[in-house]
């Protein structure tokens, strides 16, 4: 005999707390750079090179790395601001079963693209620029409802009210306008526009960094409560751990556009697994459970993300680094950018591979000094290990790199990985 299934039953059950809501699969944004009268493309900058990451209903996932490792730009992806140049980003708009193909965003039907849009707002961390400044509260906070037809007229306007007293605004703010508000309260009319439309998850773009740290306070005790009471799945972006470590359930750190370590965040703060997440927490002691533990110090600027290191992305400023961790002719070429004397009198590098060159300079004199500092401490040991020929005739220098493979995330257990040839290792 046949079974008729409830239609709202299939939409409940299709909505389990801790299912899957956002698949990330894959995730590149490379963005061409551009040069010359023709302005022809030299180069990608790889601000997001193959990420893959899941949200799950009601949680909140944080989004951590420096300033430029391309948080943004994956935030903006996952928010379906900006189209990625290749990878996946999988939505659950409720039609029911695992995640597939139907549910990547850039292919969803109308209907289902219209549903995406609903349950996916935005808050950013400039409220001044995402706020028009010439509408008034009511029109702010009340457009998401009149786009989307919700309500009009007084309905709308009390809707709106609901709204603001959400999030500790009410009545008395509808007719002001965005100047009239304080940091804090501008940031509480942003999420009750972002709240408008009932949304499953919100991206949250650095949403208390603008903010003194009594406001910040207060705006992510509201975040938290309203996560509770709408069972909402956060994506929280930023750059401070003792945020992330408040609010997240998951942690992703970001290096140079790729995820080097993830995990339950309690995991993540008590036994990260990679340097760059272990550097992140030195930075900030009072939040290590061990005082006495060693402060890591990172050396050297982020490479730059056009041509980003080989195989682990951190190794050009790991302090653990090995032999194996992707030492590459491009190294060596970095490190003659930090010294003025040596790039001036170097006239030419003619690559064989990544791993192979021969570097031509003006005088014999300066390719026996890069000899030399190539032999000193003035690089890692793991380089100089991992230098397998090294010759000069002439002015001219031969080195060779030994192969590494490219370093992907290991699983640790209980949805932890990293990235990192330690991994699992470290403690
Ligand atoms: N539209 C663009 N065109 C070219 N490069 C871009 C563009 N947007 C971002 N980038 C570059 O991509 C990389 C990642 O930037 P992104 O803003 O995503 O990083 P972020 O971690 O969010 O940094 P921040 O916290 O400073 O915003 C950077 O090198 C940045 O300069």
């Not at 809501?21 to 551009?34: A, E, T």
């Not at 409720?94 to 209907?111: A, F, N, Q, V």
């Not at 207060?218 to 975040?223: E, G, K, S």
């Not at 002691?285 to 982020?302: N, R, V």
Request: hydrophobic share 35%; net charge negative.
């Amino acid at each position: 005999m046949m079974t008729m299934q409830n239609p709202m039953t299939e939409i409940a059950t299709s909505k389990k707390a801790g299912d899957t809501l956002l698949s990330v699969r894959n995730l590149k944004k490379h963005f061409p750079i551009k040069d010359g009268v023709l302005q022809s493309t030299v180069g990608h900058v790889k601000a997001v090179d193959d990420v893959s990451f899941d949200i799950r209903r009601g949680e909140t996932v944080g989004l951590v790395g420096e300033s430029g490792c391309g948080k943004t730009t994956l935030s903006q992806c996952v928010a379906g601001l900006m189209e990625p140049t290749s990878g996946e980003v999988l939505f659950d708009t409720g039609r029911g079963g695992t995640l597939g193909p139907e549910d990547r965003i850039d292919r969803m039907s109308g209907k289902q693209k219209a549903k995406y849009r609903r349950n996916v707002q935005m808050v950013f961390q400039d409220n001044f620029a995402s706020l028009n400044p010439r509408n008034l509260v009511v029109d702010i906070v009340g457009r998401p409802l009149r786009v989307h037809g919700e309500a009009s007229g007084g309905l709308l306007t009390e809707r709106v009210v609901e709204l603001l007293e959400q999030v500790g605004l009410g009545r008395q703010h509808l007719y002001r306008y965005p100047h009239q508000f304080s940091g804090g309260q501008r940031q509480r009319i942003s999420i009750a526009r972002a709240l408008a439309l009932d949304p499953d998850l919100i991206v949250l773009d650095e949403p208390t960094s603008a903010l003194d740290v009594s406001v910040q306070a207060q705006i992510l005790n509201l975040l938290g409560d309203l996560q509770q009471q709408r069972h909402l799945a956060y994506l929280f972006v930023t750059h401070d751990l003792s945020v992330v470590r408040h609010m997240a359930d998951r942690t992703v750190t970001m290096y140079l556009g790729r995820v080097v370590e993830h995990g339950p965040t309690e995991t993540i703060f008590r036994d990260a697994q990679h340097p760059y997440t272990k550097a992140l927490l030195a930075a900030k002691p009072d939040l290590d459970d061990d005082p006495d533990a060693p402060i890591a110090t990172l050396e050297g600027t982020i490479p730059d993300p056009a041509r980003p290191p080989k195989a682990c992305r951190f190794h050009t400023r790991c302090p653990v680094a090995t032999p194996d961790c992707g030492w590459e002719v491009d190294d060596i070429v970095r490190l003659l950018e930090s010294d003025d004397t040596l790039f001036e009198r170097l006239s030419g590098v003619s690559r064989k591979s990544e791993l192979e060159a021969e570097l031509a300079f003006e005088t014999e004199e300066a390719a026996c000094k890069l000899w030399e500092v190539l032999r000193s401490d003035r690089v890692p040991e793991a380089m100089r290990e991992a230098t397998e020929i090294l010759d000069v005739k002439g002015s001219k220098l031969n080195v060779r790199f030994r192969d590494s493979d490219e370093i992907g995330l290991r699983a640790l257990g209980s949805g932890h990985e990293a990235a990192c040839v330690h991994a699992g290792r470290l403690s």
